[in-house]
């Protein structure tokens, strides 16, 4: 009787062990929610209405460009790193600064349902360089803050929250905007974008900040640039490749017939949510088989897919594609949690928020004139030879970016060079 009592005790406290040890990761899975979610309901839902309506895919490609401050944000990055803002502590100040003027553009963009599209396309191209500037605030909070060895369930955190975030700003809000409308649909981001703020004031920036962290060192974003340029050009021709394979699987879904509403359903709900498991399980996954195997163990998994996909579009087979983009997020949330946990210890230095905007923000930038012209390419190819022709730059830019993670020491430290 008593060791049953026991084991009852047990397994509770078992239970509140793992929900202590997950509540520090709460403000971040938050915050990661609202990038998914602000960028979701921006660029994410576009594309598809656009192509619907029979518009052409050159033109449904440069809707891309929505997402180009991602790729600069290491133009600002410096500042961030160098000043403090005259509230709060030093990251957490510019997360909040950065998501109130999110949220206020989309205020702006919620009043502007009939005005010209140039000025629209304007303020979402702003309240995208707010939210990125939040995201690279964040990312060196991070750096700064959070031990190495439990960095890999915070890139779990980020790959859900923004999953999470995804669900809600295309399979929601785009989902429902027939009976929401223009202005219910983005004053809804904008509400929510508020309410994921708050978790983040109360996590203690100071007390948990290594020793020496914030020290300047570097002479600035381009300086650092020359440095940490193989491992840019290695993380761009990654993201290059990965968006060539798997960017454009929805449109494709259109081209064979899928309706609207259910790709809107797939990629907005159950992709994303396929996605968020995948992304739960990496973290452990990447620290028991390592982050280097992982990564080409995903790629294996991408790769086969886009074969797939391929040959479903040869064959006209609407059902196959679906089969294919369903394994495609199935692999592709595997590959998420290791590769930002490389670039969370690739960006360790005196200035994270620099180191992550130009690890992630330049290969990003670096990949931005293949996302724009990946469609127009698919409409010149035609689909079958276009996934075809994208296997061997992908298989090719993995191996490259899988080496260097292996050659990369565990303990890596960025010094001056």
């Known amino acids: 009787m008593n060791s049953g009592g026991a084991g009852q005790v047990r397994i509770p406290l078992r239970i509140g062990d793992r929900i202590a040890e997950l509540r520090p990761l709460a403000p971040f899975f938050c915050l990661y929610v609202s990038f998914g979610l602000t960028l979701g309901f921006l660029s994410g839902g576009a594309p598809l209405?656009?192509?619907?309506?029979?518009?052409?895919l050159a033109e449904v490609g440069l809707l891309q460009l929505i997402n180009l401050p991602v790729g600069l944000t290491f133009l600002w990055a410096t500042a961030l790193d160098r000043i403090r803002l005259p509230f709060l502590d030093h990251r957490i100040g510019w997360i909040v600064a950065a998501q109130l003027a999110t949220v206020a553009l989309l205020l702006i963009l919620s009043l502007g349902e009939h005005g010209p599209l140039a000025g629209l396309l304007v303020v979402a191209i702003l309240a995208c360089a707010c939210v990125a500037t939040m995201d690279i605030a964040l990312e060196a909070l991070v750096v700064e803050t959070v031990r190495t060895e439990r960095r890999a369930f915070v890139a779990s955190a980020k790959l859900?929250?923004?999953?999470?975030?995804g669900i809600l700003g295309v399979g929601v809000l785009i989902g429902s905007y027939d009976s929401l409308g223009w202005r219910m649909a983005t004053l809804a981001?904008?509400?929510?974008?508020?309410?994921?703020?708050?978790?983040?004031?109360?996590?203690p920036e100071a007390r948990l900040r290594r020793a020496g962290a914030g020290q300047e060192r570097w002479s600035g974003s381009f300086a650092r640039l020359r440095h940490l340029a193989p491992r840019i050009l290695v993380l761009g021709a990654y993201f290059a490749a990965a968006y060539l394979l798997s960017g454009p699987n929805t449109l494709a879904l259109l081209d064979l017939n899928v309706p609207l509403a259910q790709v809107g359903l797939l990629t907005g709900t159950v992709l994303p949510g396929v996605n968020l498991v995948m992304a739960l399980v990496a973290g452990g996954l990447a620290a028991?088989?390592?982050t280097a195997r992982l990564i080409l163990w995903g790629a294996g998994g991408v790769l086969g897919s886009a074969a797939l996909m391929a040959l479903a579009c040869a064959l006209g087979s609407a059902w196959l594609a679906l089969a294919a983009t369903a394994l495609n997020f199935l692999f592709g949330g595997v590959l998420g949690v290791p590769v930002f946990q490389m670039i969370y210890r690739w960006a360790q230095g005196p200035r994270p928020a620099t180191d992550y905007a130009l690890?992630?923000?330049?290969a990003f930038f670096a990949a931005m004139p293949l996302r724009v012209a990946a469609a127009a390419l698919a409409g010149w190819l035609g689909w079958p030879l276009y996934f075809a022709a994208a296997l061997l730059p992908y298989a090719l830019a993995v191996l490259w970016l899988a080496t260097?993670?292996?050659r990369t020491p565990e303990a890596d430290r960025e010094t001056c060079p």
Not at 189 to 203: T, V
């Open 49 to 56: 209405i656009l192509r619907a309506r029979g518009v052409d």
């Open 359 to 362: 690890l992630f923000g330049a």
């Open 288 to 290: 028991r088989f390592g």
């Open 160 to 165: 859900c929250g923004a999953s999470l975030g």
């Open 404 to 406: 260097m993670v292996a």
């Open 189 to 203: 981001c904008a509400g929510l974008d508020l309410a994921c703020l708050l978790p983040i004031l109360a996590y």
